[in-house]
């Protein structure tokens, strides 16, 4: 008989963590998820774009079978989206085909959760994580558990993370509201001295918006946060409805997931997108392939680093790809407003759409 009380423990049940559950769980392993909140996935964190998995297959050309990783009911998308606009500060935009989902975020989280659940996990909510030592969870009201391997998918403030890791990522403040009106069709991603080393976005529902923006405090002039998104959000008709605000890991994953038997997944490992992002279905292509190697160590002992090795040959190409984007988007989007403008015109569409999607700017770079 095991003398642990599960086999694997997941701190944090969103994307990351449900997926993890999910895809271990499928195969016997006995899975609990401790989250701190209740119900999951809210209060609303999030600007709620994915792209569709057709959109997905584009993106990400070496993740297999995303079928069977994204199956989002109509009940959790607000609207179908197949156009994005990028927008320099002079507010004329630059036109793409884009097929994404503006999600309903809560609906989204609360399903991953049920999909987990189905396939064997169990969930613990209301109940924070205050550390993790050896192979024991502490909780804040005092219980403690054990497991035999320990998954942080608590965000970038996770306690493994925080503890036993000292790589640091550039983190991004993020505010936003949901807004009641109508906004057209098109999602919007704007570029410039409005969201200073960041961006801000529009992203329209089914009715209202997803409106809001992320800045790197070092650029920004002596200027909160709360200033450059009222200014933002201002420039938009109609009643907010909801304020929201969080932050975002903007420098791509880190070195290593796994030491010993824990192992980081989501926003804890930095998996978003710098150079758009994007982070769910980022933190869900990490799970399912954290999940399945946590249920191949149970079954033969497979080590648990084989997680790293296969992430890198589904995301490394479009991961690296992407930090570099930030960094040049970094430096260009210091430049003067007007430059931006001079800057955002048809001979660069192509490059500028390439270093969204994460893609090679160029040949060489
Ligand atoms: C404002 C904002 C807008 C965004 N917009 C988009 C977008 O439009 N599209 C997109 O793809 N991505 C977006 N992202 C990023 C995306 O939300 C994340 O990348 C994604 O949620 C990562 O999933 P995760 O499971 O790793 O972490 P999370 O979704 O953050 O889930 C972490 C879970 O862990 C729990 N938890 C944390 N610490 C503990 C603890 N100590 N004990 C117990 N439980 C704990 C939390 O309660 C939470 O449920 C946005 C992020 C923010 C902040």
Request: net charge positive.
């Amino acid at each position: 008989m095991s003398s642990y009380d599960r086999d694997v423990i997941v701190i944090g049940g969103g994307p990351a963590g449900s997926t993890v559950a999910r895809y271990a769980a499928a195969n016997g392993a006995d899975v609990l998820v401790i989250d701190g909140r209740d119900p999951i996935g809210t209060p609303l964190q999030c600007g709620e774009l994915v792209p569709t998995n057709d959109e997905m297959r584009r993106l990400c050309p070496d993740v297999p079978d995303m079928d069977d990783l994204f199956q989002t009911p109509p009940s959790a998308i607000s609207r179908h989206s197949d156009k994005m606009h990028l927008v320099p500060p002079s507010g004329k935009p630059l036109k793409f085909d884009f097929d994404g989902y503006v999600l309903n975020r809560v609906a989204h989280d609360e399903f991953l959760v049920e999909v987990a659940k189905k396939s064997g996990a169990s969930y613990m909510v209301d109940s924070r994580v205050e550390k993790v030592e050896n192979d024991t969870v502490y909780l804040k009201n005092g219980e403690t558990l054990t497991a035999r391997i320990i998954v942080d998918a608590g965000g970038h403030n996770g306690p493994i993370r925080r503890d036993y890791w000292n790589e640091k990522s550039v983190k991004i403040p993020v505010k936003f509201v949901l807004m009641e009106g109508d906004f057209g069709e098109a999602v919007e991603l704007h570029f410039g001295s409005m969201a200073p080393g960041g961006y801000a976005w529009m992203f329209p529902k089914q009715s209202g918006a997803n409106i809001g923006l992320g800045i790197q405090r070092s650029f920004a002039k002596g200027k909160t946060l709360n200033q450059y998104t009222d200014e933002f959000t201002s420039k938009y008709d109609g009643e907010v409805t909801f304020n929201g605000a969080g932050s975002l890991p903007m420098s791509g994953t880190i070195k290593k997931f796994v030491r010993g038997n824990y192992m980081l997944v989501g926003d804890s490992a930095g998996m978003v997108l710098p150079s758009n992002g994007a982070g769910i279905t980022i933190a869900m292509i990490g799970g399912r392939i954290a999940g399945k190697v946590i249920s191949q160590h149970l079954q033969d002992g497979t080590p648990l680093e084989n997680y790293e090795k296969i992430w890198k040959e589904q995301m490394g190409k479009v991961m690296r790809n992407s930090k570099r984007s930030f960094k040049v988007g970094s430096l260009l989007f210091r430049l003067p407003d007007w430059l931006l403008n001079l800057m955002f015109n048809r001979l660069t569409k192509g490059i500028i759409w390439r270093a969204v999607t994460c893609r090679r700017m160029f040949w060489v770079i």
